[in-house]
């Protein structure tokens, strides 16, 4: 048995946050899939008392630990090894001012908008859709910003931010109707430079539950 098991499935950036964080680790772990779209497993009632009563994924087990919320799994695993961990106290603040407006702004807004345009059927409201998108321009535009002086998030090594806020940025482009590497050239340099670490995987080879039946 996995030291580690990870609740998600192969469609959830906000799961990919963890997977990716146990396998740049090298941790042994395993995936436990979570129907999200069909059984809709997350909205039971068994779900929310046995797995995570917010009824969210990802959800992280480690030995008695029960663990919710990518941002505190983040912090639980590089606190445990030392690894993607913020060295100074500035530098760990930091961390969690940038993964707080990732979850809000940046992945926050990116995931249910490549829901709406990409597995809802039927296609989300174009008012809605509009509304995020212009969300989205903003907050990609000052991570762009903030990674043409930065060579990582915070600093020049990587560190849990930048595990958080990778979340959706690797999904095809096709999914979401625009190309992120190409409007924002610094995001473009990092997302490859997050790439070459040693364990990184693609979402859809992390995790199971791709494709999606029918498509
Ligand atoms: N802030 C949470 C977001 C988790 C989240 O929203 N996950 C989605 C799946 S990708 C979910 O479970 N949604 C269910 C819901 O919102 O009811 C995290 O980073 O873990």
Not at 90 to 102: G, M, V
């Given at each position: 048995?996995?030291?580690?098991?990870?609740?998600?499935?192969?469609?959830?950036?906000?799961?990919?946050?963890?997977?990716?964080?146990?396998?740049?680790?090298?941790?042994?772990?395993?995936?436990?899939?979570?129907?999200?779209?069909?059984k809709?497993?997350?909205?039971?009632?068994?779900?929310?008392?046995?797995v995570?009563?917010?009824?969210?994924?990802?959800?992280?087990?480690?030995g008695?630990?029960t663990?919710?919320?990518?941002?505190?799994?983040?912090?639980?695993?590089?606190?445990?090894?030392?690894?993607?961990?913020?060295?100074?106290e500035?530098?760990?603040?930091?961390?969690?001012?940038?993964?707080?407006?990732?979850n809000?702004?940046?992945?926050?807004?990116?995931?249910?908008?490549?829901?709406?345009?990409?597995?809802a059927?039927?296609?989300?409201?174009?008012?809605?859709?509009?509304f995020l998108?212009?969300?989205?321009?903003?907050?990609?535009g000052?991570?762009?910003?903030?990674?043409?002086?930065s060579?990582?998030?915070?600093?020049?090594?990587?560190?849990?931010?930048?595990?958080?806020?990778?979340?959706?940025?690797?999904?095809?482009?096709?999914?979401?109707?625009?190309?992120?590497?190409?409007?924002?050239?610094?995001?473009?340099?990092?997302?490859e430079?997050?790439?070459?670490?040693?364990?990184?995987?693609h979402?859809?080879?992390?995790?199971?539950?791709?494709p999606?039946?029918?498509r």
């Open positions: 048995m996995a030291e580690y098991k990870l609740y998600c499935f192969a469609q959830s950036g906000n799961a990919y946050r963890a997977a990716l964080m146990l396998n740049l680790i090298g941790a042994d772990w395993e995936p436990v899939w979570v129907d999200f779209f069909g809709r497993e997350q909205l039971t009632p068994e779900y929310r008392s046995a995570n009563e917010m009824g969210e994924v990802p959800v992280l087990k480690h008695a630990k663990l919710t919320q990518s941002g505190v799994i983040l912090t639980y695993l590089s606190e445990l090894t030392g690894k993607f961990h913020p060295q100074t500035d530098e760990r603040l930091e961390a969690l001012r940038w993964i707080i407006f990732d809000q702004k940046v992945n926050g807004f990116l995931g249910p908008f490549r829901f709406l345009n990409f597995i059927n039927p296609r989300g409201n174009q008012a809605v859709l509009d998108k212009g969300r989205i321009d903003n907050a990609l000052i991570l762009d910003k903030r990674l043409a002086k060579t990582f998030v915070v600093g020049d090594h990587p560190t849990i931010a930048d595990i958080s806020l990778v979340a959706y940025m690797y999904y095809p482009p096709e999914e979401f109707g625009f190309d992120i590497a190409k409007t924002y050239p610094h995001i473009a340099a990092w997302l430079r997050m790439k070459a670490l040693p364990g990184w995987g979402p859809y080879d992390l995790m199971p539950g791709h999606l039946p029918g």
